[in-house]
């Protein structure tokens, strides 16, 4: 039996793809291990206490509720035949499709480092940042040893100095210096920012290198260039200068490549193990068979690939879906046009750089705060129709206390999405890959 368009992921690529094919009239059906959509740019809010883990994960059913043309499959998908159009599911069955579109994302690649998979803290998933956060608290409120014992280093290192390690990096001081300023915890350590680059936010201008450089140091960063992680320790980093940082707050920022099952490509793989895409985003010469969002290596029409973003996944994933329609009415296909949004990060409060427009004007501050909360709640209206709620949250969230976020067992302001109780996604703090064994089917607005 055949499943309509099967798509793997349910990210801003997939989710933005089934959406797209349903308001074609097109039957989808939507596979994904969580039961849940992750909007991974807001996860290092939840690794530094100032968001709970389901403001940032909305379930699957909820999203395409009011889409009946959209199936939705929980389920691990553990191979995949793309000529013919069909996953095997963990739990053994298949599904065949008329079309196949992998949308699976990436996972954070630790390039061998010894002990980096063991030891340090990825920030991919919501179950990732609720692991760090657990883990930034446990060692936070830790009692201090009775006697003269030594208190055990509560430094916190993030490796990568790209926008998301910058980010946490800026998300996890503020958490830090609002506990100090409270008073009540004094030895609450260093914030480490290590990169084996000469400089911050690489691929943005000197400017923004500078400003995010200056900002960081202003909040009590020490800031590691130039070194390279030799091996990760459960109570510290060691560097290839030969120092050492003593640490058991290891954030892994340092790179990310294509979802295991990218793999199902073989030969049709290229940098980072994406699947490498035609113009039009379909996959070698296979009909039906597409790669959209940070699982592909998407042309850029000047010999390089698209960046790993959000809104290249949501608008890969729309642009793939029309060429299916395309196919369907026997017209040509069209080779993806990305619509640039700019690049931006938020260091801190009020502190943000952003690059816009096409000769990419360089802005810094609340102006480039008002970007990224733009470009943000576009993300996000794929996903929640109350973008307002997150518009205020945003705001307000520059003055909230996070300290008392972590000294209390108070759970974080959510924002005010307005979803009912039952609401809630199933977040699992072990590794979902295994989840064949509770496959769940909702169309529509059958299900609750
Ligand atoms: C911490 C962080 C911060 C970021 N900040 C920004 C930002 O500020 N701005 C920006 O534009 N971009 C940002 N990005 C990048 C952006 O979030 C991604 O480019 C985008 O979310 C990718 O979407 P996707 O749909 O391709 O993949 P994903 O969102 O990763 O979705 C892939 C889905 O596939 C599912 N899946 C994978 N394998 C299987 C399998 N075998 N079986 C079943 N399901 C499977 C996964 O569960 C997942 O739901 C950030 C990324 C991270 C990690």
Redesign the pocket.
């Known amino acids: 039996m055949t499943e309509g368009v099967l798509v793997?992921?349910?990210?801003?690529?997939?989710?933005a793809c089934a959406q797209q094919l349903a308001q074609d009239g097109i039957e989808v059906t939507l596979?994904?291990?969580?039961d849940y959509?992750?909007?991974?740019?807001l996860?290092?809010q939840v690794a530094s206490s100032q968001l709970p883990a389901e403001d940032v994960a909305r379930p699957h059913r909820t999203i395409f509720q009011k889409t009946p043309a959209v199936k939705v499959m929980t389920?691990?998908?553990?191979s995949v035949d793309l000529a013919a159009h069909s996953l095997t599911l963990a739990e053994g069955r298949t599904l065949s499709g008329s079309h196949v579109v992998m949308?699976?994302?990436?996972q954070p690649n630790f390039f061998g480092i010894p002990g980096a998979a063991e030891h340090a803290f990825p920030?991919?998933?919501v179950a990732d940042a609720e692991r760090l956060r657990l883990q930034v608290k446990s060692v936070l409120q830790e009692p201090r040893p009775s006697g003269g014992d030594e208190v055990p280093a509560r430094n916190i290192v993030v490796v990568g100095a790209g926008?998301?390690g910058v980010?946490?990096t800026g998300a996890l001081s503020e958490l830090i210096e609002a506990l100090r300023a409270d008073g009540k915890e004094a030895n609450t350590g260093t914030v480490f920012l290590v990169d084996r680059g000469e400089v911050l936010l690489g691929g943005f201008s000197d400017k923004a290198h500078n400003y995010a450089h200056r900002k960081l140091t202003e909040a009590g960063v020490q800031i590691r260039l130039g070194a390279g992680v030799a091996a990760v320790h459960p109570d510290g980093v060691a560097l290839d200068d030969g120092s050492t940082i003593p640490s058991r707050i290891v954030v892994w920022?340092g790179g990310?490549s294509a979802?295991?099952?990218a793999s199902a490509a073989g030969s049709m793989r290229g940098a980072g193990g994406r699947i490498d895409v035609r113009a039009d985003l379909g996959v070698g010469d296979l009909p039906g068979v597409w790669a959209?969002?940070?699982?592909a290596n998407i042309p850029d029409g000047a010999g390089g690939t698209l960046p790993?973003?959000?809104?290249?996944?949501q608008q890969s994933?729309r642009w793939a879906a029309q060429n299916i329609v395309r196919q369907q009415r026997g017209e040509q296909t069209k080779p993806f046009a990305y619509k640039d949004k700019g690049i931006?990060?938020?260091i801190g409060r009020n502190a943000a750089v952003a690059e816009v427009g096409k000769h990419r004007h360089q802005v810094d501050g609340p102006i480039a705060f008002a970007a990224?909360l733009g470009?943000?709640a576009m993300?996000l209206s794929g996903v929640h129709a109350r973008t307002d709620a997150f518009l205020t949250w945003a705001w307000d969230y520059f003055d909230r206390d996070h300290a008392a976020t972590l000294e209390s067992s108070a759970r974080p302001q959510r924002i005010a999405w307005g979803d009912d109780g039952d609401d809630q996604p199933h977040i699992r703090l072990d590794k979902?890959?295994s989840v064949g064994d509770h496959t769940t089917t909702v169309r529509g607005e059958t299900h609750g």
């Not at 793997?8 to 989710?15: I, K, M, R, S, T």
């Not at 596979?31 to 969580?34: G, H, K, L, T």
């Not at 959509?37 to 740019?41: D, E, I, S, T």
């Not at 389920?75 to 553990?78: L, N, R, T």
């Open positions: 793997l992921g349910g990210g801003l690529a997939g989710v596979v994904d291990r969580n959509h992750q909007f991974q740019p996860l290092y389920a691990g998908v553990s949308a699976a994302g990436g920030l991919y998933s926008p998301t980010e946490t920022a990310e979802a295991e099952i959209v969002g940070d699982v790993q973003l959000g809104s290249v996944a994933g931006m990060a938020m990224w470009v943000h993300l979902p890959a």
